[in-house]
């Protein structure tokens, strides 16, 4: 049972246009959100969240947005540079008891930024 | 660099042994992850540890097992290998579950012939 869903296998954008990186998942019970970016062979590293209470995150380049009633997020890039090519990961965390916790993570999005 | 060291990087090993994964969290970390990604897959939750106790488990499977040591470091334990355990392997590891962020090791890649 998938819980975490990026539809979206890849994605191509020019640099300089915005790019929007979607994310779906099925339980209510998550509280946190995060994306992570990765790179050829390097483990993922952390990019930006947003609390369940929150609708909106912004650093940078990077806001997030999240649609509780739709259980849905994405992730937007503007403007999107080079350096943004990378495998994208959603990512959601299961609000637990005391120091239990885990990320459920989404299968990815390979973004290409092109000249 | 996270701060996370995880050995070996590349692994090669037949079908029916037994290898061990090793991962050092970030100093100060006290929860250490360990997540699986077969190909074109998502990072699948095998088990967290807290302090050396084991606090959640994803879908590990018996022939797995890890531990925490006193020093904190952590070992992945894969037995009876089938060539469906051919994957890469990551370590992560946080302080605390405030924010949920977990950092990444460069992951151990293991192949199963």
């Known amino acids: 049972d998938q819980q975490v869903k990026q539809n979206s296998p890849s994605l191509s954008v020019q640099e300089g246009r915005i790019s929007i990186l979607n994310c779906d998942y099925t339980?209510?019970?998550?509280?946190?959100f995060l994306w992570y970016k990765k790179y050829p062979a390097e483990g993922p590293t952390f990019l930006i969240s947003i609390s369940s209470i929150k609708d909106k995150n912004e650093d940078g380049r990077f806001t997030v947005f999240l649609n509780k009633s739709a259980k849905h997020l994405s992730l937007h890039i503007v403007p999107s540079q080079p350096g943004d090519s990378a495998v994208y990961f959603c990512a959601a965390r299961s609000s637990g008891t005391g120091t239990a916790s885990k990320l459920t993570f989404g299968t990815g999005t390979r973004l290409q930024v092109t000249l | 660099d996270s701060g996370v060291t995880q050995t070996p990087k590349h692994l090669i090993t037949a079908t029916g042994q037994r290898v061990t994964l090793r991962c050092s969290p970030r100093?100060?970390?006290?929860?250490v992850y360990w997540y699986q990604q077969s190909l074109d897959q998502g990072l699948q939750f095998l088990i967290q540890y807290y302090n050396g106790e084991e606090r959640a488990k994803g879908n590990i499977l018996e022939r797995f097992s890890a531990q925490q040591f006193p020093d904190l470091h952590s070992e992945l334990n894969l037995s009876s290998l089938e060539l469906g355990d051919s994957a890469l392997y990551f370590c992560?590891?946080?302080?605390?579950?405030?924010?949920?962020?977990?950092?990444f090791g460069e992951g151990s890649r293991l192949t199963v012939l």
């Open positions: 339980n209510s019970m998550f509280d946190y």
């Open positions: 100093s100060g970390d006290l929860s």
């Open positions: 992560a590891s946080s302080l605390n579950r405030a924010t949920g962020e977990l950092f």
